[in-house]
């Protein structure tokens, strides 16, 4: 008895498959393009971060920010803006901190020093990278006058010339 109800099992289960059509599985779906906005925002303030390799920063540029250009090094620049309603944000000082990684890798931290431009204030800190490599970046900003923590986790990758 228990052949004959695992015979019926096997051909019902047989029999559904092929009323389904196909047993193939169904063409994957194409992944949607991504485009990182450069910010996060958390109730009236936003972290903006950038990246660029510092060998990209003219030399007037790379000098006056004290950065070595180098092909291997990219520069990461974060600013933290208060959002005005009907007015341009404002750039707010910020306690700024983060680390760096390869995937696999342990974090090191990220050293930013203020650069500061008439009323708005950046924050500038340099890792090191390699041909085709990810690196990690886990950002934060405590902007002083109060409000939220800003976080931004964000991977990038560079083509070394």
């Known amino acids: 008895m228990k052949r004959r109800g ?85 750039s707010v000082a910020a306690t700024v901190w983060g680390t760096w990684h390869a995937p696999a890798g342990e974090p090191a931290e990220l050293r930013f020093q203020a650069v500061t431009a008439g009323d708005a204030v950046s924050y500038v800190a340099t890792a090191p990278v390699r041909d085709r490599e990810p690196i990690v970046l886990e950002l934060q900003a405590l902007p002083a006058a109060g409000g939220a923590p800003l976080l931004a986790r964000i991977t990038r990758q560079f083509e070394l010339r």
């Open 6 to 90: 695992a015979r019926l099992c096997g051909s019902l289960a047989l029999a559904a498959l092929t009323a389904c059509g196909s047993t193939a599985p169904p063409p994957p779906v194409p992944a949607r393009s991504f485009d990182d906005p450069g910010f996060v925002a958390s109730a009236e303030h936003e972290l903006r971060y950038g990246t660029v390799l510092s060998a990209d920063l003219e030399a007037a540029v790379a000098a006056a920010y004290g950065i070595d250009r180098r092909r291997d090094e990219v520069v990461v620049n974060l600013s933290v803006l208060r959002r005005r309603p009907g007015q341009l944000p404002e």
